[in-house]
């Protein structure tokens, strides 16, 4: 007589808990997902210890090839906020208040922007859009130097606040929310440590407050959740990498890179965007 409900209750109890794991299996247990994973977070590391954001975008692209975009960024995010972290102290001392305090508002906006027409504008969209301007960015910088008429920008709230507005709705969409923060800050030719303390700063902060909208929309799950747990302590490795080369580089040296990782970027963006929407 009690057999069969106990039985029963068996299968109640313990059925989802096998669901879920062999749910999760099929990714985390994939050597193939390890041999795509570990080289993106490795990337995107150096990239926030100060190298640049043309790495830090092919993190996500590069994780693409074995799951989902939409899985990849999930993934991504637990370990930028790791990163950040690491970042934070990496830094500590270096950081331009001015610059924060014009577009780190525009940045919440943005992201708010983002949250709202979530379920409207395709990550494809905003990248095709993202790739144009930064290259329009990149070639005005070239004619500058062709015509030896580069000069040092001041701070703009207006031109600040606009794209600190559009940085944290790319971040939130796509995360390519460096080109446009790169747009503001780069023509102010703050040493390399300020510009890069000032830059993790910002960021740290666009990922923390990316968090309630990503779990608002479901973007966490227990598989996305493990992998991220997994893959984090590649993370501060790779963004002392990053901070230990930076901190050794001079303005001469930065900036040039920075450039040209403007034009990595751009092209991949652009790229990427193009083949979302119209390559199938």
């Known amino acids: 007589m009690c057999a069969a409900p106990l ?26 997902f390890y041999i ?50 690491v970042s934070l102290w990496a830094w500590r001392g270096f950081h331009d208040w001015r610059l924060l305090s014009i577009m780190l508002p525009g940045a919440l906006v943005g992201i708010g922007i983002g949250w709202l027409t979530a379920a409207v504008v395709t ?8 790739g144009f301007v930064t290259l329009l960015f ?15 920008a001041g701070h703009n709230r207006p031109k ?54 990503y779990f608002a929309l479901g973007q966490f799950d227990a598989t996305n959740l493990t992998a991220s747990l997994i893959l984090a302590p590649i993370a501060p490795l790779a963004t002392f990498a990053g901070a230990w080369i930076v901190r050794r580089m001079r303005p001469e040296v930065f900036y040039p890179l920075m450039y040209a990782m403007i034009l990595i970027v751009s092209l991949n963006l652009i790229y990427e ?4 929407l119209w390559g199938g």
């Open 160 to 213: 600040g606040l606009f794209w600190g507005t559009v940085a944290g709705f790319t971040s939130f969409v796509a995360h390519a929310g460096g080109p446009p923060y790169q747009v503001y800050a780069l023509p102010l030719k703050q040493d390399p440590k300020l510009y890069t303390g000032t830059s993790v700063i910002f960021f740290a902060i666009v990922n923390a407050v990316k968090l309630i909208p």
């Open 123 to 130: 990550p494809d969209h905003v990248r095709l859009i993202v």
């Open 7 to 32: 039985a029963k209750a068996r299968q109640t109890v313990y059925c989802p808990l096998a669901t879920n794991f062999s749910a999760m299996a099929p990714i985390l247990s994939d050597p193939i």
């Open 36 to 85: 795509a994973a570990i080289p993106a977070v490795i990337l995107v590391g150096l990239s926030k210890g100060g190298l640049g954001g043309a790495m830090a975008l092919i993190g996500v692209p590069l994780m693409s090839l074995v799951v989902s975009p939409v899985q990849a960024a999930a993934i991504m995010l637990p370990i930028l906020i790791v990163m950040d972290m």
């Open 273 to 276: 965007g193009a083949k979302g």
């Open 138 to 152: 990149f070639l005005r910088w070239v004619a500058e130097k062709l015509r030896k008429s580069e000069r040092v």
